[in-house]
């Protein structure tokens, strides 16, 4: 059974930092791409974040560019989400998502696993 478990979420300050991790079991993604997703309460998940298959490219939504860098750990099976300069429009549950594919993906359908979520919340 394939499972991808995020964690790092929590409450921070507008202008703080936090660093997302998402694990995978049951089988490697270690030649797919991976990708940050987020979404609010009445609003439809939004594309944050992916990265290829070896890191070497990423590709990032304009309202988080310069400020999050997505990162991936293929001997931990894991993706990160560093998250700087944190807004309060940042809040939002985040999700992590492994395609089958190859190349590098904004789209939800192009990721056919998913995590449950971890909620992430800026005070400002």
């Known amino acids: 059974q394939v499972r991808l478990v995020e964690s790092g979420g929590g409450l921070v300050q507008a202008g703080g930092s936090l660093r997302l991790s998402c694990a995978a079991s049951?089988?490697?993604?270690?030649?797919?791409?991976m990708a940050w997703f987020r979404q609010v309460p009445g609003k439809e998940r939004e594309f944050v974040a992916a990265?290829?298959?070896?890191?070497?490219?990423?590709y990032y939504a304009d309202s988080v560019k310069d400020r999050f860098i997505i990162s991936r750990e293929h001997a931990k099976n894991t993706v990160y989400l560093q998250m700087n300069s944190l807004k309060p429009e940042d809040t939002a549950v985040y999700h992590c998502?492994?395609?089958?594919?190859?190349?590098?993906?904004?789209?939800?359908?192009?990721?056919?696993?998913w995590g449950q979520g971890t909620q992430v919340t800026v005070s400002s």
């Open positions: 990265i290829n298959w070896n890191g070497g490219s990423t």
């Open positions: 049951g089988r490697t993604f270690n030649s797919n791409p």
């Open positions: 998502a492994a395609s089958t594919y190859t190349g590098i993906y904004s789209n939800t359908y192009q990721y056919s696993y």
